[in-house]
């Protein structure tokens, strides 16, 4: 048998997870009855390599994917025939779903040249891939949990960045996977948010008794980042209020409320800046102004 040189980094002895690739952080437990992947890779050869390594440890039992953006579930294709793919119904109605903003599959593909040369050859065609692109197959609303062995998957629905937002709580590993929940040390993307709901969700995510966080994007961290991600969040809220209430256009918003120097965005999308910043901003003005604010309030 081949050689498998670890791509992974061991945050727990039972918990794998990477935070250097373009893309999300996809991760990987190890129980006594098989491997639990959460979210896969976007590039297709990581994919291809994480799924090897799982298997390493035993069958993939479940693949839980935490939302519909492309980073999370584009590498979804690279583990068909591997475990159940749970996802909550939220994600499962937008499942690379092209918006007026992002095609996700072209997204996608415009990663690969840069960052996974290797993968021509294994990228299907469109067609090919929204054939069968490993969406779903246990769909939940609410939460869902899983015993897989001598560990217990806790998938807490945690909307806000999405609608159909998971968080993999792992008690046993003293472990929380938040997805893009939190964005630790990298910018947050807010075009699909409702960031009210989120700050719920950080107050879920906070009450869970666990040592690690592993965010959806960034380098892992403690539960202390939930008091970071929640401060940014009602910043960037209260930036659009203020536009709002003092009657400046979108477009004046957009040009004038940015946090562009926080945080870099994370790897290999720094060229998504100007967009983030502008849809975020657009997406707060955009809500804010259809619940009224800027008229009298
Ligand atoms: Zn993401």
Redesign the pocket.
Known sequence: MDQVVSMMERVTPNVFTTTRLRG?NPSFVTTSDGVVVIDTPQLPTRAVAMRREAETHGVIRYLITT?P?V??IFGNYFFRGAGTVVEHRGLFDNFMVPTPDLDPFAYALEAIPTYDPDAASIVPDRETYYADPNKGTVVFTGDLTLRVGDHTFNLLHTPGHTPGQLAVHVPEERVVFTG?TIFCECQTWLMTSNVDQWLESLERIRQLDVEVLIP??GPVTTLKYVETQRAFLLEWKAAVAAAVAKGWSRDETIARVRFDERYPVDIGQGYMMEHIQTLNAASLWDKLTALGYGKGR
């Open positions: 999300c939302e953006h980073d999370h893009d959806g994007h």
